[in-house]
């Protein structure tokens, strides 16, 4: 499935709550329900800068594609790593750099965050095209194989 189908079917799914409460319920949801990361993959280097809370981003690069893996210490902000994680993982890097949409906007999330959530989760957003670019950048110079 394409980044934006996988997009598109998130924000059809957090449209059939009537209110924020009941889509922060199942963002929380989702993040108790998360697999999270192993106490040792919560290293230093994968923390997203500029988050409330702790938040770990690995990515993995294999057979041409980028997968994330996630974590975070509050269920809210897991629950949303998650949401990238799940729509950003397993596509190329040039299809991350090109997908533009704010469909986080469109699911409500962003309407209803404090400014800190809102500067973290852009962050996230900025470390995941981070990742895109440095291994689009191998790709081209030929040390990455697809």
């Given amino acids: ?3 934006d189908e ?6 059809e799914h957090f449209k059939q709550f009537n209110d924020w409460e009941d889509a922060y ?3 929380i949801n989702i993040g108790k329900n998360s697999s999270g990361l192993a106490d040792e993959e919560k290293v ?5 800068k500029g988050c409330q809370s702790q938040v770990w981003l690995i990515p993995i ?3 041409g594609v980028v997968n994330f893996k996630t974590d975070s210490d509050a269920f809210i902000v897991k629950g949303i790593a998650q949401v990238l994680e799940d729509v950003f993982s397993g596509h190329k890097p ?5 997908f533009d949409r704010d469909f ?10 404090s400014l800190n959530r809102t500067n973290g989760l852009a962050q996230m957003n900025k470390q995941i095209k981070m990742y895109a670019v440095a ?3 191998l790709f081209q110079k030929g040390i990455l194989n697809l």
Avoid: P, T
């Fill in 1 to 3: 499935m394409k980044i």
């Fill in 6 to 11: 996988r997009a598109q079917k998130l924000v």
């Fill in 25 to 27: 319920r199942e963002i």
């Fill in 44 to 48: 230093e280097k994968y923390l997203v």
């Fill in 61 to 63: 690069y294999k057979e």
């Fill in 94 to 98: 040039s299809e991350i750099l090109k």
């Fill in 104 to 113: 986080l906007k469109e699911m409500g999330i962003k309407d209803h965050l």
């Fill in 135 to 137: 291994y689009e950048g």
